[in-house]
């Protein structure tokens, strides 16, 4: 029991006090403390009681008095102040059983833990929870919880999940959304197998939990070329994909009419490989499933263009490139073309990567490597730079899939690479080199 803490910012509320590193603490205001979540909710009180043993192991009260929100100044030993739990199912379509032997040991783990969902968006599937862990979610009002689902056949859900307790974890959602807790939901679909008619049970059996659902994503699992021993999946092809866009647009179409909002998306996905038009951006009302591949195209493209109407026609000559995955080419090709009407001199020469890496089924940018982008490149016209989806990095660092640095990308194509954010204002400064 207890946290210890990392660290204490100088000449914070927690300095002040006298709190210092390697003190651990145990209750705020008299509530054990276990990790980030009771952390953040107990500290949101004005008047703070805080028990703690310092490091000479000698038990002590501080008190503290804030503002609601203001932050104590402590950094602790792990972020979760715990271990992160992982995930316990082995998922017929799990991308992490798919990823080649000796990446870096942290791709590995599968993360299934309901404070990320809350903190960061993860997804969670329910089965990593206890009732005490649903009891805590309500009480603290954790909203929103980001949910798999996949199926909501419970045999089928264990099935998929090779989890015994995959179907009855169902029964949390109803606890949840009879609380007022809001649930973002996917359905990762298995051609055959949960979509169809399980499809249509499972978004009938979704819409029970409205108004507390906000959104659904289906989303088509992802198979690369590893897959030796794993359990048989095809990928969709155009006219099982447009099936599924069918039922979803009908039931998204029904929910609009019933509760004045969408409810259910298809990820863009499912559009490219059934060669159908993405909507424009009202169809996806405020994204909310736009972390899960629903939208991106439309928004980056209404972005760009209503920045490309406020931009004044130039005859400044500019020579670049840019790379992207396979399914992406041809919007930026047509972004591109639109741009060059007001840009005559600038030449982009546009180049989808092939993904060698994973396999050619997985087209997205976010999974092009470093060691992909580089062979398929060198000896290419770049032009002065070459510009790259900030999506090939890891998030908050300079390094791809593969460990391959952008350092190491640039030295080697012997040009400089500029990733850019996955906004339509960000690609056109970038295009024309006002990038920040």
């Not at 996905?269 to 159908?276: C, I, N, Q, S, V």
């Not at 908050?396 to 460990?403: A, K």
């Not at 012997?414 to 954010?421: S, T």
Request: glycine fraction near 8%.
């Amino acid at each position: 029991m207890g946290v210890k803490i990392g660290d204490v910012e100088r000449n914070s509320l927690a300095f002040k006090a006298g709190l210092k590193a390697g003190d651990e603490i145990l209750y705020i205001n008299g509530h054990v403390i276990n990790d980030v979540l009771d952390y953040r909710f107990y500290t949101a009180d004005e008047r703070l009681v805080i028990e703690l043993v310092s490091q000479d192991g000698l038990p002590r009260k501080v008190k503290i008095r804030k503002d609601e929100y203001e932050d104590l100044g402590l950094d602790f030993e792990t972020y979760l102040m715990d271990k992160q739990r992982s995930c316990k199912n082995k998922c017929i379509f799990c991308f992490i059983d798919q990823l080649p032997k000796g990446m870096r040991e942290s791709l590995y783990f599968k993360d299934d833990d309901s404070r990320l969902s809350f903190l960061f968006g993860n997804y969670i599937t329910l089965t990593n929870l206890s009732d005490g862990d649903v009891d805590r979610i309500i009480d603290m009002h954790i909203s929103p919880v980001n949910v798999s689902v996949h199926t909501t056949d419970p045999e089928l859900r264990v099935k998929m999940m090779a989890n015994k307790n995959a179907g009855k974890s169902l029964a949390a959602l109803r606890r949840f959304a009879d609380a007022g807790i809001g649930l973002n939901c996917q359905l990762v679909l298995c051609p055959g197998i949960n979509d169809g008619e399980k499809l249509i049970e499972s978004m009938n059996d979704l819409e029970k939990l409205m108004p507390s659902l906000i959104s659904c994503a289906a989303v088509p699992v992802g198979l690369t070329k590893h897959r030796e021993g794993l359990y048989p999946l095809t990928p969709y092809d155009a006219e099982s994909a447009s099936q599924v866009l069918d039922a979803v647009e009908k039931f998204g179409d029904h929910c609009v009419e019933k509760y004045g909002r969408r409810v259910f998306y298809a990820a863009d996905e499912f559009y490219l490989k059934a060669g159908r038009k993405i909507p424009d951006s009202e169809f996806y009302e405020d994204f909310p499933q736009i972390e899960n591949g629903v939208g991106i195209w439309a928004s980056l493209r209404d972005e760009f263009v209503d920045g490309l109407s406020e931009l004044p026609e130039s005859d400044t000559v500019r020579s670049i490139s840019l790379a992207t995955g396979e399914s992406a080419a041809k919007l930026m090709s047509f972004l591109v073309d639109e741009l060059t009407k007001k840009w005559h001199n600038l030449q982009c020469d546009i180049y989808p990567i092939r993904n060698d890496f994973f396999g050619p089924m997985i087209n997205v940018a976010g999974l092009i490597t470093g060691g992909d982008l580089i062979a398929q490149l060198k000896g290419r016209r770049l032009g002065s730079e070459l510009l790259i989806p900030r999506a090939m990095l890891r998030q908050g660092e300079d390094v791809f899939l593969d460990d391959v640095t952008l350092e190491d990308a640039q030295k080697e194509l012997n040009i400089k690479i500029v990733p850019v954010g996955n906004d339509g204002f960000d690609l056109l400064d970038a295009l024309i080199g006002e990038e920040n």
